[in-house]
Structure formats: C-alpha cells, structure tokens
C-alpha cells in the first residue's frame, strides 16, 4: 500500500527487477507513474487504504503486507501541533490490521520512521546511535503518530497468525522519485542545483547530522525481511553514520560541478536535527547492511534526476 509514494514506487520497481516471478499489486488513491513491467508481474490498483473497506477482496489472496500508507508528510506538517493526532488514519490501519488477519495474511510489514520516532539523541554535539530498545522521544506530531501506529500494528497482531514487522527507516532517497514527490533532502538538493534554483535549509546545515540509507539498501533489507522467520519484530534500516547537512552538499555539488544557492532559514519545530541508526539487529538477524556508499547514492540519484529533467 502506498506503491505511488517514494518508498513504494521504489520497493515495487525493486521487486520487479530482482524477483520477476512475486505478484505484486500496489494500492494508492494516486495513478501509478512506474512503466516498467516487462512480465506483467505487477498491477495498480487505484484505491485509498485509508477507507480500507474496498480493500477486502485484494487482502484475500495477499501473503505479505508491505503498508506505506499515511497521511501526513514529515517535510510540511512535522512542526503542526495544532493540527492534532490523525484518528481517522489509526482507525483505518486498525480495520487494515483486521482485514489482513481475517485473510490470513502471513506477514505485514509497517513503515515506521527511524528519525521521528526517536527524536534527537546526542552527545557533545555528536549524532549517537539509536538501536531498536532505545526509548521513543518523538518531537513532531509525524513522529508521535508513528509511535502510536507501531503500538497499534504490535498490539492488535500480539496474538495473530499474522506476523508483523516495524520498519524504523532513516532518511531515505533514491534514484527512483517520483515528479510527484518533492520531500527528502537530497533529491530536493540535487533538483534546485540542476535548475540553478535556491533551496532552503532550515537550521544551521554545519550542526544537523542525519542518516542517509539509499533506496536500493532499504529494499534489499525489506527483501531480507519477507524470508526472516526469527522472532523479532522491530528493525532500524539505516547506514548506521550521521553525516552534516554542510558535508551532503559539499558532495552534491562535487557532482553537479557547480554550487548550490542556499537560503538559510530558522530551524523548523519537530526537526529531528542529530540521530543516527543502529543496525547491528539487522546485521545479525537478517545478515543484511547497506552497500551503497553516499557519494554512489548520490550519483546515482543524480543521473535520474538528470534524465528527468532533459
């Protein structure tokens, strides 16, 4: 669910090109912009996840659940507070949760935020890592509905056939971005350089430290995740380094070949500023950790940003 948004288009582009022989169906309210699908192995199906009652007859057949489903972005309503906690969206992954355990799902896999729901942690300004037992200090309200979710998610499926995984994903770009997409640093950096246009940074870019993980390095641990038949249920999906704002664009326009305009603004509410995610759970459990250096990643989402453009 959520197959036209960032992650998913990413994840259902993967799985087409690396397991031709699983039948995917993606749901979203949005028409699906991915053309690739040689074998036919994947269908669209526009629909919201958010009014899950059209959603029994597609969770029927369903073995795995993979929900990028939500309703808020963190980029434009992080710092809302006056905007209040999304009952609807927790109703609706509740009756999701049902359908998916009522259809004998084997697995439902959630994505959670690993920034968001752990909020800064820091020592002497340094990024400190966050592993999957550390304690959940949101400071967004993106942040404390997911941690309310992964309740929701874990409580409701305790006791089910169905088994459940918390993804905790850090700050994730890719080559595949959607035109419709416009949150997630880096490809935002890279598009403003390209069009010689201006991008904001909000906050002091020298002391923001962030987890980067490329596209390619999530899918390939979610890949790991659907044959994982151990007993946890929560993992962090990130490059395990912290890396400042300042660093990031030094390399973009390393690879751009031309500077970055920059508009610096005040640091926004909710804007986790310093984390950095521990993956040693997924190293072990899942034999997985990411492969793609960021200054690959970064050229990588360079050149298709590059194509979409020309």
């Not at 057949?61 to 209040?84: C, E, I, M, Q, Y």
């Not at 800064?120 to 990024?127: E, H, Q, R």
């Not at 950096?189 to 962030?210: C, F, H, M, N, Y």
Request: glycine residues 8%; contains cysteine.
């Amino acid at each position: 669910m959520g197959d036209t948004g960032f992650l998913g288009s990413n994840l259902i582009h993967h799985f087409i090109s690396f397991y031709p022989l699983w039948q995917c169906t993606g749901i979203s309210r949005r028409s699906s912009g991915l053309l690739l699908n040689p074998n036919g192995s994947y269908q669209h199906v526009c629909l919201d996840a958010n009014t899950p009652s059209s959603l029994e007859q597609w969770m029927q057949w369903a073995d795995v659940v993979v929900d990028f489903a939500h309703s808020r972005k963190p980029l434009t309503n992080n710092d809302d507070k006056d905007s209040g906690l999304d009952y609807e969206y927790f109703q609706a992954l509740e009756t999701r949760l049902r359908l998916a355990e009522k259809s004998s799902v084997h697995l439902y896999l959630y994505s959670s935020s690993g920034g968001a729901v752990y909020g800064n942690k820091y020592d002497d300004g340094i990024a400190k890592l966050s592993a999957e037992e550390s304690a959940l200090k949101p400071i967004s309200i993106y942040g404390l509905e997911k941690c309310i979710a992964e309740q929701i998610v874990a409580f409701t499926l305790r006791e089910s056939s169905t088994n459940y995984v918390l993804m905790r994903i850090s700050n994730p770009y890719g080559s595949l971005v959607p035109a419709h997409r416009r949150h997630g640093f880096i490809p935002r950096l890279l598009r403003s350089i390209l069009a010689d246009d201006t991008v904001e940074i909000w906050g002091d870019p020298d002391s923001i430290q962030k987890d980067f993980i490329f596209m390619e390095d999530v899918c390939a641990c979610i890949a790991k995740i659907l044959s994982y038949h151990g007993h946890e249920h929560v993992f962090n999906i990130g490059s395990a380094t912290s890396i400042s704002l300042t660093n990031v664009i030094r390399i973009a326009e390393e690879k751009c070949g031309r500077r970055a305009k920059l508009r610096l603004s005040e640091g926004k509410p909710g804007d986790v500023t310093k984390f950095c995610l521990d993956i040693s759970r997924a190293a072990k459990e899942l034999g997985w950790s990411p492969s793609t250096p960021l200054e690959d990643g970064m050229g990588k989402t360079l050149a298709a940003l590059s194509m979409e453009q020309s």
